[in-house]
Each structure stands twice: as C-alpha cells, then as structure tokens.
C-alpha cells in the first residue's frame, strides 16, 4: 500500500517535470523541433537525391551522424536552459534522479517530436517514398534517442553537485 | 532534562576558491542548534550569512568539519540522500526565493508536496491553509512575474511553511518587506515557535528579528583572501 503510494507520486513527480519542461519553455523548445525537424529533413532529402539507404550506406551513415550531432547540440541547449529549475525543484525536496529522468523525458520527446516533424515534411514533398523512409525510421529513432544523451548526463551531473559548485562554474 | 542539539556543526571551516583568490569564510565554526531554538544568525553584507545556511541545508558543502542533523553527518550524504533528508526534516527559502516565475502563487507553493508525494486532495488542502495564513489566499491564481518583491518573499515563506516540516530554514526572509509585513512575518514565526514548536534558523541584517530570538549568532566580515599561487597553509592576510 505504502509503495503503491509512493510510486504514484514519483509518477506523478516525472510528469509534473516532464510536462513542465515541454511547456514552461514553449520557444526554446520550438526553436529546438524546428531544428532537429530541419536537419533530419534535409538528411532525408540528401539520401534520396543521392540515391542512397540512410542505415547501409558510408553517405547514409554520414548523414545520421550529422543529424545526431545537430540533435544533441540542440537537446544540451534545452537542457541547459532548464538546470535552473531543475536546481529549485531540487532544493524543495525533489531528489536530482527523478529529475534527470524526467528532463530526459523531455529531451527524447522533442527529439522524436522533431524527427517526425521532419519526416512528415519529407513525405509531403515526395509522397512516393514512403518504402524509402520506413526505412530509414529505426536509424531515426536511434539517432534522437542518442541525441538525448548529452543533455541527459549534463542534468544529472550538476543536479548532483552542490549549489555552490556549480556557481562557481556559472 | 537538556534537548539533544538537532543540528551541530563541527569546526567548520568554508573556504571559497576563485581562479585568482581564496576566500576563507569562516574556520572553526562550531554550532549547537536544539529543537526549541529559535536562532537569528546576523551579521553585514558578505558576512558569510547564506553560505552558513546553505551549509546548514545541505545544499552547500563546508571545506572542513562535521555538519550533523539527527546525528547523520550529511556533508558525507549524496545529493539524493541529501534531498529525502531535506524533504523530510526541512522548509526552505533561499535569499534569491527561486520562485518559478511562469507558474502560479498556487502551483509554487504546491510543489514542496508534489515532491514529497501528497496526494491531490491533501495538497489542495494544505496550500490553501498556508496562503491563507500568510494572506495570499485571493492571489492563488496569480503569477509569480505579476507580483510585487515582497509579495514573492511571503510566497517563498508560504513555501517553505506548506510541509509542516519541523525545521525551518529561511535566509533574510524579511529583505524585501514593508515595515507591517515585516512585523506580520515577525509575529508568524515567533507563533511558528512558540505554538508549533518548530525550529527556526533564520538570517537578518535588521535588530527586529534578533529581539525575538532565542539565541543570536553574530558573523563578522572577517574573510581572509589571499592569493591562489600562495599556498594554503602559508599565513593569510586581511584584504582590508
Ligand atoms: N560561489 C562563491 N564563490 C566565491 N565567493 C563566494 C561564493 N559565494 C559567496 N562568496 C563570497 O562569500 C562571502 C559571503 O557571502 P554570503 O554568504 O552570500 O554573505 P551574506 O549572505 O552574509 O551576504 C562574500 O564575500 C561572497 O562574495
Ligand atoms: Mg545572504
């Protein structure tokens, strides 16, 4: 009982700092879809001009990496931009795991959101090539979800130093 | 029959590090507070006031020395360790309040709750007594960037009060009050103290809050710097 308890509010706690996250920074987090939306498009684009797969080929995979590292430059710009509330949420008492987990949340939702976004895009100026772009949708996915990776790991980093260490950094 | 002291610091000792200075805020420190204490810590701009009560929180580190609250050394805790400590035992309101300022009076105050798993019915119920205490109670609605500096410092009390919790943490938590709410929150947390029996750590540069207190600790700017290339056990000098 006393964990079902505790367990609906850690729930509650992630969506709270989830939901917050995509909404309390509405233009950054535009800023951000758009951006990933527009590299994966063009990446898209590229391929199928250069009549290649994006998951098995050199090119295709030149072309995710160059998504992965617009993505992730993007996704640390947001999570950056959020360590401030994170760090208040802190010291009210919420411990910095669940709101790492949660900032993380909000990084793969605007990564995927900015994917499908751009392959939504895709489809409409070329809607023949659907075959070509479920093709590529797993390398996609994979890209964003990596993507979240560096914003994940600067959240929790300095959600788990002290006030005053990260001061001294700022 | 004497209380056992529910936070002691031990020889504390803060030194902060620039790139070309080393600031010693105090050394030696050493602190007793006990459950009925109602303690004012005083003392000038830049007297060390906030370090020693982020210290006292856990949310900053001393350099050297114990801090223990019920007995645990928590400057050896985790963060995440160090947060269920402070969700459970402490209300806080920093200096600069760290209101979320695209939320609500209501939904900051709710958000010590959120953390520490209340259910809805019993949040609603707990922020509205609070802010009805504190004389909020028809702001609820309202923004935070809406508000006056004042009004904010109650909403970041109001915060810090919400949990019930037994210790309460407040630095300068009259700054930006007008002389009525200054005596207003003066009187709520001398009742806070007398009625509820809670423990109050609370920093002030103004005597009105000083004369109501139990115990009175006074810092004084006596900060040493000195140059980073010195060593640090070479002998410091005063900067002034
Ligand atoms: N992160 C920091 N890095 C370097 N110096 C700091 C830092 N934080 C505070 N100080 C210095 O420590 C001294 C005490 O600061 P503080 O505790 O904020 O004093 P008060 O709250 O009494 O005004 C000041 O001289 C301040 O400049
Ligand atoms: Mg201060």
Redesign the interface.
């Known amino acids: 009982m006393k964990t079902a308890?505790?367990l609906?509010?850690?729930v509650?706690?992630v969506k709270?700092i989830t939901t917050?996250g995509i909404r309390?920074f509405r233009k950054l987090n535009v800023v951000a879809i758009v951006l990933v939306s527009s590299s994966v498009f063009f990446a898209l684009y590229l391929a199928q001009k250069m009549n290649c797969s994006l998951s098995s080929s050199l090119e295709g995979f030149s072309l995710l990496a160059l998504i992965t590292l617009v993505s992730s430059l993007t996704l640390h710009h947001v999570a950056e931009k959020s360590l401030k509330?994170l760090?208040?949420?802190?010291?009210?008492?919420?411990?910095?795991?669940t709101s790492s987990f949660s900032q993380w949340l909000v990084l793969i939702f605007l990564g995927i959101t900015g994917a499908s976004i751009g392959c939504a895009t895709f489809l409409l100026q070329s809607p023949s090539s659907l075959k070509f772009l479920l093709d590529s949708a797993f390398a996609l996915v994979a890209c964003e979800l990596l993507a979240a990776v560096p914003g994940f790991v600067l959240v929790a980093r300095s959600?788990?130093?002290?006030?005053?260490?990260l001061s001294?950094n700022a | 029959m004497p209380e056992k002291p529910i936070i002691r610091l031990i020889d504390v000792e803060k030194v902060?590090?620039?790139e070309d200075e080393v600031i010693l805020i105090f050394n030696g420190l050493s602190l007793d507070i006990y459950p009925n204490d109602f303690l004012v810590i005083t003392g000038s701009t830049g007297s060390g006031k906030t370090?020693l009560m982020?210290i006292i929180?856990g949310?900053?580190?001393p350099s050297s020395g114990m801090v223990l609250v019920n007995g645990v050394d928590i400057t050896k805790l985790?963060?995440?360790k160090l947060?269920?400590l402070?969700?459970k035992l402490m209300g806080?309101s920093?200096q600069s309040q760290?209101?979320?300022p695209?939320?609500t009076v209501y939904e900051n105050v709710e958000?010590?709750l959120?953390?520490?798993?209340?259910?809805p019915r019993k949040r609603a119920e707990m922020v509205e007594q609070v802010l009805d205490v504190i004389g909020l109670l028809g702001k609820g609605y309202r923004r935070i960037e809406r508000l006056s500096f004042g009004e904010r410092q109650c909403v970041s009390i109001a915060?810090a009060l919400v949990?019930d919790p037994p210790i309460l943490v407040l630095d300068e938590p009259t700054q930006h009050l007008d002389p009525m709410t200054t005596e207003f929150i003066i009187s709520l947390l001398r009742g806070l103290h007398m009625r509820k029996g809670k423990t109050l750590i609370v920093t002030t540069r103004t005597r009105k809050l000083a004369d109501v207190a139990t115990k009175v600790l006074q810092l004084r700017k006596r900060s040493f710097r000195y140059p980073a290339s010195e060593d640090r056990a070479a002998s410091p000098r005063l900067s002034e």
């Not at chain 1, 959600?159 to 260490?165: F, I, R």
């Not at chain 2, 959120?114 to 259910?119: C, D």
């Open positions: 308890k505790g609906a509010g850690w509650y706690s709270w917050h309390d509330n760090l208040v949420l802190k010291v009210l008492g919420f411990d910095p795991l959600l788990n130093k002290s006030l005053a260490e001294e | 902060y590090r620039t370090t982020n929180a949310l900053d580190r985790s963060e995440d947060s269920r402070r969700a806080i920093l760290s209101l979320l695209n939320l958000l010590p959120i953390a520490r798993g209340v259910p915060r949990t």
